[in-house]
């Protein structure tokens, strides 16, 4: 087992030019180790949406997305891995699960610890990988990040009690000029 | 009734890329001409709030959709469309069709969505507006800037 910056330090070290879209308690920690235009922390969120807002963005840009999706969060929108599935883009659900409702104070999710994210993802059509031991995730993480999505990257983390909701670190009109900004001065660089 | 052919140069007319999708079956009858085009891409869905955040991202990304969907979906979806709208305050466009409109019209009906879909609307502060039917119409519609919901009486 990991803790969630365990989890995401590798992460933050191989995604590239990837945009990163962070949900519920991965957005009070990743702008611990990223903090660019291509860091969108999604909230205030519809919960279990941000795979949506990424397999979107991915269809128009053509470009990489890594959404760091609670446990809660996926179940809620299960059908977003069937749709991944019909419409493939470049996205990497990484499924970040500790059983827990963490920013709500840690109520526990539906059959916690026994839901098989990977069998769900594998039934709807993804590829997908289980990572509980931190030296493994490390190993492979670069690997598994380089590869073309879309791709499910299940991590066993480790949860916390008594949290509060994170805030993010701009508001999110801010986040959203500083990615298309981003995204128009790639474009003009970019060869024709 | 627009036909399938008429309904796709229209929305490539109006800029469309993507169309987000989830159809009844007034909406379905566009579906071959839909999944026959390369442009713009059909998009299925499983739920109606994927269609809404998938446009987010569409948009967020440059491109331009049109979330395709019957009223009780839009029910369905709420807090995407509340979080897309106004968290994001990003132009989502939707094309609506309402379920037993017409025949609401016309005498009581046991259906509820026709009841529902303008207090709907209002209440997430969305400009929207009915389609009469014809091909002008809706070319017309489709110039407009969101957020906007297009009803298309069923």
Not at chain 1, 126 to 145: D, H, I
Not at chain 2, 83 to 111: E, Y
Not at chain 2, 116 to 125: E, H
């Amino acid at each position: 087992m990991m803790t969630l910056l365990e989890a995401l330090r590798p992460i933050a070290q191989h995604r590239g030019d990837q945009l990163v879209i962070s949900t519920m308690a991965a957005v009070g920690v990743w702008p611990t180790l990223s903090d660019g235009p291509l860091d969108f922390a999604y909230m205030p969120s519809a919960m279990g949406h941000a795979p949506g807002i990424a397999q979107g963005w991915a269809l128009a840009t053509g470009r990489g997305v890594i959404v760091l999706n609670g446990d809660g969060s996926t179940l809620m929108n299960l059908g977003c891995l069937v749709t991944l599935a019909q419409t493939p883009a470049n996205v990497k659900l990484v499924i970040l699960d500790n059983g827990l409702y963490e920013v709500t104070g840690g109520q526990p999710i539906c059959r916690a610890g026994q839901v098989d994210f990977m069998a769900m993802a594998s039934a709807a059509g993804l590829r997908g990988f289980r990572y509980s031991n931190l030296s493994t995730w490390q190993a492979e993480c670069e690997r598994r990040l380089q590869t073309p999505g879309p791709l499910v990257l299940h991590l066993l983390i480790e949860g916390k009690l008594g949290q509060t909701t994170p805030k993010p670190l701009r508001a999110m009109a801010e986040q959203i000029r500083r990615l298309q900004q981003y995204l128009r001065q790639r474009e003009d660089s970019e060869p024709k | 009734m627009i036909e399938g052919s008429q309904l796709l140069a229209l929305l490539l007319d109006a800029g469309i890329t993507h169309v987000p999708w989830l159809p009844d079956s007034e909406l379905g009858r566009w579906e071959a001409a839909l999944a026959r085009a390369q442009k713009p891409q059909l998009i299925r869905v499983c739920r109606e709030g994927e269609a809404i955040a998938i446009a987010a991202g569409l948009l967020l990304g440059g491109a331009q959709p049109l979330v395709m969907l019957q009223c009780t979906g839009l029910f369905e979806a709420g807090d995407a469309l509340r979080n897309v709208v106004h968290d994001l305050q990003l132009p989502l466009r939707l094309f609506v069709g309402v379920r037993s409109w017409k025949a609401s019209r016309s005498g009581p009906v046991t259906d509820t969505c026709p009841r529902f879909i303008q207090p709907y609307v209002d209440a997430w502060q969305l400009r929207s507006r009915w389609l009469s039917g014809t091909a002008d119409d809706f070319a017309t519609a489709l110039l407009e800037p969101g957020p906007l919901v297009l009803l298309w009486p069923e």
